[in-house]
């Protein structure tokens, strides 16, 4: 998916598995300028540093810090109000869901995930802010 300008979207994963992220990155470089990050910390220098079209970003990062901290963190960051996050995760129980959408994800991808479900939650956020 690309901007007006012809530019790839770019997306910052924040995920703590090594193997996890790349094979987010694996799936997603073709389409998305892709940026990673393990941690919440560094994540946060990154919103900080940079802009980005999208967040993807795991929910059980540590136990100082989840994805939902994070998100809670970046939303009340000057500017990344509005900016669509997708929660990517091995919750994947009855109401799980719905609770991260509440907690204010605009997406939601389980793990296990195909390129395919992965490629529509992101693109579908992207187009409720298009």
């Known amino acids: 998916m690309t901007s007006p300008q012809g530019q790839k979207k770019r997306v910052l ?27 919440v910390d560094e994540a946060l220098a990154l919103v900080r540093e940079e802009t980005f079209d999208l967040l993807l970003v795991d929910i059980n990062l540590s136990e100082q810090n989840t994805g939902v901290d994070f998100l809670k963190q970046v939303r009340g960051t000057a500017g990344w109000a509005s900016v669509p996050a997708v929660a990517c995760t091995a919750y994947a129980m009855p109401g799980d ?11 939601y991808v389980s793990k296990p995930f195909t390129r395919r479900e992965l490629e529509e939650a992101l693109e579908a956020v992207l187009e409720d802010v298009a």
């Open 13 to 39: 994963i924040v995920e703590d598995q090594p193997e996890t992220q790349r094979l987010l990155q694996l799936m997603l470089q073709s389409k998305y300028a892709v940026r990673l990050s393990a941690t």
């Open 97 to 107: 869901r719905s609770k991260l959408l509440e907690e204010g994800f605009d997406g």
